[in-house]
């Protein structure tokens, strides 16, 4: 691989186009990139890796970053590069993403990376992809080289090298396994190690599931968890049901007679529970019916009572009709005296008592006077809505003469907007003139931008026509001189074909003679006349497809360049941008002729508004008049109520305070009147509510009031008092047919002891019980035993074949792990990683021994790490002084960048031939000699120096002055006034 030449522009430092032309440093072999610190000399680099992978590794992917800082929104940033790979030029441009302006409105937007790729032929550059992801699987069929194997074997960037000396195991191993694609026997080891977790877990399940079941058999069996054994087998399980079962035989022979008892104690206990029952029955007979016949004496009074209580229910209506008439009187009187207290405060001093008469008199002259304030009272409640009338009318005189002045306004205003809208008219009219013309300038754009977008499909039907018609000149050519070929030999074999019809003493056709010495011998497999014929088929159906060819390739030219006619020869991207514009002009004409109707509709609005702003002028005025005349006559009656009112008030301050209190001293009239006749009524009716009361006593016996409410019950009571009499004698009557029932003859008089037979009974029955229960329980236990037997012989048996499965899963996942007995503690990826590490120093101590005078030599080391921790990939310098080995961080600066420059070109030889033997004629290294004295420095660059054989350029990036005079050919890296860099060719 050779990088050729580098365009770049907007990127980093960089705001202008800068171009390099590595190829001019061919001759020179070794060149240098030279300039101030923050110039941009590893920005070059930076715009190569960009190119290849389309990011920068500095950058932690950041495109955002790229961009130059200088740039305007408006200037470019891309990167162009040209690199050759197996003999194969190609062109990779790429554009980073970045914010720009946006083309309508404020604000910015999002520029989207753009990455396209060419390769060249004869003197063109042909497209082989478009697209950022296109461009990348192309790349990566190209350059067989990822990222980082780029970055270590031809970008040795600025401290990038030097980490792969110093790196720990761990980071040593990440940078190996990208470079040489190892993950797979890291991903190997991770499949061994879970698949042994995978079994261990299923072990340790079948073990934990036979515990837990040896667990379950021994609750089963009664015994405690000390009696299960650590690893209980099958023999176990099998001891323990068998036991189970003699059990169950024994329980099973005591439920049976313990049933026999229990049935004998049942009946016996039956038959002395019936006597007992039938003398229970007769001995409560008699204790009721000697309760009931205490009882008769009480009885008897409760009889006595009812019939008192029912004559008191007689006489009770006359009773309660007499307390009515008392209470009502009563309330009367009070309602009388309430009544003259309220008259006192309208009584004169000194007058008579009041009477029926007086009463009536002072009523009417009371009735007189209200009459007499009637009208003044309904003026004075006329005042009220009057005066909301009168400031109704008072705010529409306002109203009215605000409208008034808003219609004059409004007249003043309205030519003003008139011909201001006049104007918009005509500009809009104008506007919507162009429609038509902007539609056939749309029309005539998306006719070019389709025939331009047809010239792509047409260029790739004359490509594909003209392959076709190159593959049918070939297949043309090859039957032509197959038929050529075989008419040579059927040429060369009509000798043979005559000597064959050659016959002894018969003339030769051609010579005459009849001697046939030598005839001709012709080819085993001679060629025919048939075969001659076939040929020729051929040859004329390849000359027909040849021409078929020919004329499909002549069409597909012709519909390209009808295409491209239409188009005006103009691309895809230029008559989109010209359709935009149409159509944005098309939009234009429509917007202006919609607001054309709108803006008409407005002037016919205003012009009607004027006139009837006109028309209302006079309208409004004669409203007003007419509002301010009803205001000024609901002003004067209001005048003239108020004077009426004034007249009839009296010493009140409203006449309808007066006519209140004329009311007040009527009611009270009145209701002293009503409370006098209502007294002399009640009166009357209680006298005669007494006297019937005494003479209804009389009748039933009674002395006075207070005997008969003595003797009186209430309803509820008395029928309750019915119900127990009734009760008693049915009580009474059951006993004494209780006693009559023959079934309660003949029985013993002292009641029978069953005690004996209960506690036998009982006894027998708890017996029975337990001797069940004991017999079900073991029967469970045997039925759950002996599922569990089954599932422990099925477990035992599929753990054998796991166990043997987990064991030799297990050892090799350990040695692949590193782990016991892999005694050097190297895992699988890092034994073949340290294999490729073994070539590496290999490789880089051919430079390091040259560059330190044979004093040092790299070393792969493989003992085991602080605290026996994982080894495999470590590295020590060997110094021959001492001839001891030790730590790479022991070396100085110098040593350091020596020592890592032969690390880094041993890695990318390895590097390379591990990616197919590409050659690479071109290497960058980005710093590290400042670091070097003048003789090593003059040591490591005759060892680069010898990187330049079979023609490979090397770039280095420095600041050493001295390096400035040794290295004739330069890149120099200017900033200028403005900040931004340059780039200059020395």
């Not at 016996?701 to 009499?725: I, P, Y």
């Not at 049915?730 to 209780?738: C, F, Y």
């Amino acid at each position: 691989m050779k990088i050729k030449r580098l365009r770049l522009a907007g990127f980093g430092p960089y705001k202008n186009e800068q171009l390099i032309d590595f190829e001019k440093f061919d001759s020179d072999g070794i060149f240098l990139i030279t300039g101030k610190t923050g110039a941009g000399k590893s920005s070059i680099l930076d715009a190569i890796c960009f190119a290849l992978y389309g990011h920068v590794p500095r950058y932690d992917g950041t495109e955002l970053q790229l961009r130059s800082d200088h740039c305007e929104p408006d200037d470019p940033s891309f990167v162009e590069l040209d690199f050759s790979m197996n003999e194969r030029d190609y062109r990779i441009f790429r554009t980073p993403r970045f914010e720009r302006p946006k083309k309508r409105g404020e604000g910015t937007t999002t520029s989207l990376p753009e990455a396209r790729l060419f390769v060249r032929e004869g003197d063109d550059w042909q497209g082989v992809a478009a697209k950022p992801v296109d461009v990348g699987h192309q790349l990566a069929e190209i350059l067989p080289l990822k990222e980082d194997q780029f970055l270590q074997v031809i970008l040795l960037a600025q401290n990038r090298f030097q980490k792969f000396l110093l790196a720990k195991t761990d980071e040593r191993r990440a940078v190996l396994r990208t470079l040489f694609g190892t993950s797979r026997f890291d991903q190997l080891e991770q499949s061994l190690i879970a698949r042994r977790k995978e079994l261990d877990a299923q072990l340790a399940d079948v073990q934990r599931a036979i515990t837990d079941r040896a667990r379950i058999a021994a609750n089963q069996l009664r015994l405690g968890d000390d009696a299960v054994p650590q690893n209980p087998g099958l023999d176990w399980f099998t001891s323990g049901l068998a036991d189970l079962e003699r059990q169950l035989d024994e329980a099973t022979s005591l439920a049976e007679l313990a049933a026999a008892q229990f049935t004998a104690a049942a009946d016996h206990h039956q038959v002395l529970g019936e006597v007992a029952r039938r003398q229970a029955r007769r001995d409560t007979a008699l204790a009721q019916l000697a309760v009931l016949t205490d009882r008769e004496e009480a009885i008897a009074a409760e009889r006595t009572a009812l019939q008192a209580a029912a004559r008191a229910a007689r006489v009770w209506p006359q009773i309660r009709a007499g307390q009515q008439a008392t209470v009502a009187l009563e309330t009367a009187l009070t309602d009388e005296t309430d009544a003259r207290a309220a008259w006192q405060q309208f009584r004169r001093s000194g007058a008579e008592p009041e009477t029926h008469t007086s009463l009536k008199l002072v009523t009417d002259a009371l009735l007189g006077r209200l009459g007499t304030l009637a009208d003044a009272l309904a003026d004075e409640q006329k005042l009220p809505g009057l005066d909301l009338e009168i400031t109704r009318l008072y705010g529409l005189v306002e109203e009215h003469t605000t409208a008034l002045d808003g219609a004059q306004a409004v007249i003043d205003a309205l030519p003003k907007q008139i011909e201001s809208v006049g104007v918009e008219h005509a500009a809009a009219a104008l506007d919507a003139a162009r429609k038509d013309e902007a539609a056939a300038a749309l029309e005539r754009v998306e006719t070019a931008l389709s025939a331009a977008e047809s010239v792509v499909v047409h260029t790739a039907e004359v490509l594909e026509a003209s392959q076709v018609e190159l593959a049918a000149s070939g297949e043309n050519a090859a039957a032509a001189a197959h038929y050529d070929a075989l008419i040579s030999r059927r040429f060369a074999g009509y000798a043979a074909e005559l000597a064959s019809q050659l016959e002894e003493g018969t003339p030769c056709s051609v010579c005459g003679s009849e001697n046939h010495p030598a005839p001709s011998i012709g080819e085993a497999d001679p060629v025919t006349e048939a075969d001659v014929t076939t040929a020729r088929k051929a040859v004329t159906v390849r000359q027909r497809a040849l021409a078929d060819a020919g004329t499909a390739v002549q069409d597909a030219r012709k519909r390209l360049a009808q295409a491209e006619t239409r188009a005006g020869n103009r691309s895809v991207e230029e008559l989109t941008a010209e359709r935009a514009t149409a159509r944005a002009a098309l939009e234009d004409s429509e917007t202006a002729a919609r607001l054309l109707a709108r803006l008409a509709q407005d002037l016919v609005g205003l012009r009607g508004q004027l006139a009837d702003a006109n028309t209302g002028l006079s309208g409004f005025r004669a409203t007003r008049d007419a509002s301010a005349a009803e205001h000024t006559d609901q002003a004067a009656h209001r005048e003239a109520l108020t004077q009426r009112v004034t007249a009839q008030r009296g010493d009140f301050d409203t006449v309808t305070e007066h006519v209140d209190r004329l009311n007040e001293e009527l009611g009270a009239a009145r209701a002293l009147d009503e409370a006098l006749g209502v007294s002399r009524e009640r009166g009357t009716v209680r006298v005669a509510a007494i006297a019937a009361m005494t003479m209804q006593l009389l009748q039933e016996d009674f002395a006075d009031e207070a005997t008969a409410e003595a003797a009186r019950v209430g309803d509820a009571e008395a029928q309750r008092r019915q119900s127990a009499l009734r009760t008693h004698d049915d009580e009474i009557a059951a006993a004494r047919s209780a006693l009559a029932d023959p079934e309660l003859a003949d029985l013993p008089a002292e009641p029978v002891d069953r005690d004996p037979a209960r506690e036998a009974f009982d006894l027998a029955s708890a017996t029975r019980d337990d001797a069940i229960t004991a017999r079900s329980s073991v029967e469970e236990r045997v039925t759950q035993l002996t599922a569990l037997v089954t599932e422990v012989t099925a477990q035992f048996a599929a753990s054998a074949a796991l166990l043997t499965t987990q064991t030799q899963v297990r050892q090799l996942a350990d040695v692949v792990h590193g782990d016991e007995p892999n005694t050097k503690r190297i895992r699988l990826e890092t034994y073949v990683l340290a294999a490729q590490l073994e070539e590496i120093v290999a490789a880089a101590n051919t430079r390091l021994r040259t560059m330190t005078s044979g004093r040092y030599t790299l070393e792969h080391d493989d003992s085991l790490e602080y605290r026996g921790n994982q080894s495999g990939l470590g590295l020590g310098i060997r110094d021959e002084f001492t001839g001891r080995t030790r730590a790479t961080n022991s070396l100085s600066g110098g040593e350091t960048f020596l020592a890592s420059l032969a690390l880094a070109l041993g890695l990318a030889e390895v590097v390379t031939s591990q990616a197919g033997g590409i050659t690479l004629d071109t290497l960058f290294v980005d710093e590290g000699f400042g670091s070097l004295d003048s003789e090593t420095l003059e040591t490591a660059m005759s060892t680069l120096d010898t990187l330049r054989a079979g023609g490979r350029t090397i770039g280095l990036i420095s600041h050493v002055d001295s390096m400035k005079e040794q290295i004739p050919a330069k890149l120099s890296i200017v900033v200028t006034d403005q900040g931004h860099s340059r780039i200059s060719l020395a």
